[in-house]
């Protein structure tokens, strides 16, 4: 019996430190990967649509109400911080548009018009993104026969609500809806006093790259 506990021991004893050394040669658990969120940060990008203008022009004694629509076509910026599963920011952006109507030889046109928008939406998942949108709106109306033209620039609101999409922590894409309503002022053509009013709907497609 002494010979065998002292064998045992002896085992023990020579077998113990390698064992030790095992241990201390395993590599340590990997850190969790870090995945960037798409949404914090400064973006730009492009975005392409479809809208439709009542515009309302008046002059002493009369007014009339014309309708137009057209493709449009710009560029956006803005900065998003996310909270969570809520996404806060602000959104400025720059269209052209061929959104025009023409009656008895007059052309009136939506040639441009911009928003600044702040943007408050809730995350459906991590790379899905619902927002409503409002802020100020501007623009420039155009009235326009054969050699001679009235441009009318004004300010007014705009609200609306989207949805985007993070294809990777960099590139998104969006679909949005935006109603405009501008208040043209008042402007002289010919010795006529002109007041006129553009109240926009349109949807548009984005593409965004965050810095």
Do not use: C
Not at 31 to 46: E, K, L, Q, S, V
Not at 117 to 145: C, D, K
């Amino acid at each position: 019996m002494r010979k065998l506990l002292l064998s045992t021991a002896a085992t023990i004893f020579i077998a113990g430190p390698a064992f030790a050394a095992d241990l201390g040669v395993r590599p340590a658990p990997a850190a969790p990967a870090f995945i960037a969120t798409p949404w914090d940060g400064f973006y730009i990008g492009g975005n392409l649509g479809y809208g439709s203008t009542d515009f309302t022009v008046s002059v002493p004694g009369a007014s009339a109400s014309l309708n137009g629509s057209g493709v449009l076509g710009g560029f956006q910026t803005g900065y998003n911080r996310q909270f969570g599963t809520f996404v806060l920011g602000f959104e400025t952006d720059l269209d052209l548009t061929s959104i025009k109507n023409t009656t008895d030889g007059v052309d009136t046109k939506l040639t441009w018009f911009g928003t600044t928008r702040t943007r408050a939406g809730f995350l459906i998942n991590p790379s899905m993104l619902l927002y409503g949108t409002g802020g100020v709106a501007y623009g420039r109306v155009e009235q326009s026969v054969p050699g001679a033209s009235l441009k009318t620039s004004g300010v007014g609101w705009a609200a609306g609500a989207g949805v985007q999409y993070a294809l990777t922590p960099q590139w998104s894409i969006g679909a949005e809806y935006l109603h405009l309503d501008l208040d043209l002022g008042n402007a002289n053509g010919g010795g006529v006093s002109v007041d006129a009013k553009a109240t926009t709907n349109l949807g548009r497609a984005t593409l965004n790259y965050k810095f």
